[in-house]
């Protein structure tokens, strides 16, 4: 008993010293002298080394596989200290390692140790490598939340779990006011030329979908999300203006008209003096993107609410084939994205792509386009500088924010939501999918 008694008495001793050791170190690091950094970790893997040999010695919990995995450890370069953790006659090994030395300690262990064995440490989950955490602290819900979306981002696939398990994390959260402040705009304008070669006998935003234009559909769906945003703006082109006035005679509705077919960037802009002092967020979507749910567009705005940081928010969706493809750096941050048809970029394989609609501060976006259009604005050609000769919309204002990381984008989407119309045999695959979502989301209220 009298030895038990000693273990217990020496580790409150370490426990003292450890704690005196790490609030010197947070000092420290705080004044920047990593130097004594090194000196502390050897001072903590003293007291490490000498648990150890006080669980052995005076708690006798210690086993021969115990001991010949510490000789090993504590054998390796960059190892501080090593002692036995879990409740004894086996457990595990904690070791305390500079960061430069861990793949050589665990490529160590794993020749010495595991191999001889016939296992394989890391692959049987026996070799964990982990990293000071901020120890207890108030939990923010709002930073799990983050977490949980970044994780997703930071996949290579994501897996329907994944992505409904974050669709409950956006359900939950609350908007913020700043995001409360909503104007839908509807882009609605272009020429129609491919729909036109396909078949279609009406403007893409007028298509009948189950019984309904696109864009009707499109204005529906912003209504059930929003109870209080802004009337809709749509922008038109003269060769869409007097049809689609015509389609939403009985609709609530603003408008805005694009003099030219000058890229969806540049309809956006015919909006400026309408929007001009508008202190909340746009929500841009394609008049033509009659799949995307309400439940999609109140998600965005929730994202926002998580990322009130950002400029630029927009929902994604994985798929093969994507028509616009977002890109990402090592960290899983939006570097950039690029359009198959207008800009003749590369056909990927799978990839990330936006489903028509996002989520912008007014101000910011408004100074991006007002910033693209005088960057590429070409006076002789009154033509833009870009390879279409038109102004985009999003993947210039993506490009633009990503430079100063102000634009987030998360895959919560089905990716059926993704369906735009195009051409004439898009027309029956947005009634397709939009009968599959509402099926589900029957299932889902039912449940």
């Not at 970790?41 to 010695?57: I, P």
Request: proline share 4%; charged share 25%.
């Amino acid at each position: 008993m009298r030895l038990r008694a000693r273990h217990h008495l020496g580790e409150i001793r370490r426990v003292r010293v450890a704690t005196s050791i790490l609030s010197k170190l947070a000092e420290a690091q705080t004044k920047t002298y990593l130097n004594q950094i090194d000196t502390g970790m050897r001072e903590l893997g003293v007291l490490l080394d000498q648990s150890h040999e006080s669980l052995r010695d005076l708690y006798g919990v210690s086993t021969d596989e115990v001991e010949e995995l510490v000789s090993i450890v504590r054998d390796s370069p960059g190892v501080y200290g090593a002692r036995l953790m879990g409740g004894g006659f086996g457990g595990n090994v904690l070791a305390l390692i500079h960061e430069e030395h861990v793949d050589s300690v665990v490529d160590q262990v794993q020749a010495k140790y595991y191999e001889p064995q016939n296992r394989h440490g890391v692959i049987e989950g026996s070799v964990m490598i982990s990293t000071p955490g901020d120890g207890l602290a108030p939990i923010d819900v709002e930073d799990v939340f983050r977490k949980a979306i970044e994780n997703l981002n930071s996949a290579e696939v994501v897996n329907e779990t994944q992505r409904i398990t974050v669709n409950r994390i956006l359900d939950q959260v609350e908007p913020r006011d700043s995001v409360k402040q909503l104007w839908p705009i509807i882009v609605a304008a272009g020429k129609g030329t491919r729909s036109t070669a396909s078949g279609l006998t009406t403007p893409k935003p007028l298509a009948s979908i189950l019984g309904k234009a696109a864009l009707v559909r499109v204005i529906e769906n912003i209504q059930e999300a929003f109870d209080k945003a802004h009337t809709p703006l749509v922008i038109v082109s003269p060769e869409t203006e007097v049809a689609i006035r015509e389609g939403l005679a009985e609709e609530e509705v603003s408008f805005a008209v694009q003099p030219a077919a000058l890229g969806t960037g540049n309809a956006v802009l015919s909006a400026r003096e309408q929007l001009r002092g508008f202190e909340g967020y746009v929500l841009v979507i394609w008049g033509t993107q009659p799949v995307v749910q309400s439940l999609t567009m109140r998600r965005t705005v929730n994202l926002a609410s998580l990322y009130p940081t950002h400029d630029m928010i927009l929902p994604t969706v994985l798929k093969q084939r994507p028509y616009a493809p977002l890109t990402r750096d090592a960290d899983g941050r939006v570097m950039a994205a690029r359009e198959t048809h207008l800009e003749q970029a590369e056909q990927l394989t799978y990839g990330e792509s936006n489903v028509g609609m996002f989520l912008l501060k007014c101000d910011s976006m408004l100074k991006a386009l007002d910033d693209l259009h005088y960057q590429y604005w070409n006076e002789d050609s009154q033509r833009y500088d870009r390879s279409s000769g038109e102004l985009g919309f999003p993947n210039e204002l993506i490009s633009y924010f990503a430079k100063r990381q102000g634009v987030f984008a998360a895959p919560f989407a089905d990716a059926r939501e993704e369906q735009g119309i195009k051409t004439l045999a898009d027309v029956a695959l947005c009634e397709q999918f939009i009968t599959e979502l509402s099926q589900i989301n029957a299932r889902c209220d039912g449940d």
